[in-house]
């Protein structure tokens, strides 16, 4: 087989249009908990980590009520603000009917994985893995996620790729030892993808999916 098998993908940024959803309640939990405003490079700076993690860097001292703050915004906006990226469920369908496992390799809680899943119910069921950040005790930037849903495919790093729009999610995968595949229509500009090392770069779905199938 061609290409890439599995086919790993981080969740927001690469397979959900949530860039705006995250962005707009990092602002809301800024603005309430901090009583500050943020230029939107500083509010999304973190994301790609557990959403715990980006509340510590936001305030170490008023994290968890950042976190609290930002969770019931969110999860009260999902709805009106999370959007699928054109050409993804496509792209995502042909790799399935090419015989390619498909995985979810996120820093989003599973009840948040849930409800983007109700947002977007073509999503569910799509995916033979979904490892979120409720099933490893390390995160993004670290491996482990990455490793675990190879594991549970019964899959080795040998011919998998892991795709995803952030720093962290390269940084990860090439710590797993698997091809890495960036994607510039998320969260990140394509100067901090490329810093991080990805082994390739795709700027549409059509040309991710020609990549995954080994097409160029």
Not at 137 to 144: D, I, S, V, Y
Not at 146 to 164: D, K
Request: with cysteine.
């Amino acid at each position: 087989m061609s290409g890439f098998e599995p086919v790993l993908l981080d969740l927001d940024g690469t397979v959900i249009d949530s860039v705006a959803l995250i962005r707009e309640s990092h602002r809301h939990a800024v603005r309430t908990v901090l009583g500050e405003e943020w230029d939107d490079a500083r509010l999304v700076a973190n994301v790609g980590r557990p959403l715990r993690e980006q509340m510590a860097a936001f305030s170490p001292e008023r994290s968890e009520e950042l976190y609290a703050v930002y969770r019931e915004w969110n999860h009260a906006n999902t709805a009106a603000l999370l959007l699928p990226y054109e050409g993804v469920r496509e792209a995502l369908l042909e790799l399935r009917a090419a015989g390619r496992r498909l995985g979810i390799v996120t820093s989003k809680s599973r009840d948040a994985v849930d409800l983007a899943w109700s947002v977007l119910p073509w999503c569910r069921g799509l995916f033979d893995v979904e490892i979120t950040a409720d099933d490893t005790a390390a995160h993004k930037p670290r491996p482990e996620p990455v490793l675990a849903a190879l594991e549970r495919l019964g899959a080795g790093v040998e011919g998998a790729c892991y795709v995803g729009d952030a720093p962290f999610d390269i940084v990860a995968g090439n710590a797993a030892g698997v091809t890495t595949i960036a994607v510039t229509w998320g969260f990140f500009p394509l100067s901090d993808l490329v810093a991080a090392g990805p082994d390739l770069v795709c700027a549409t779905p059509a040309e991710l999916l020609r990549t995954c199938l080994g097409g160029t």
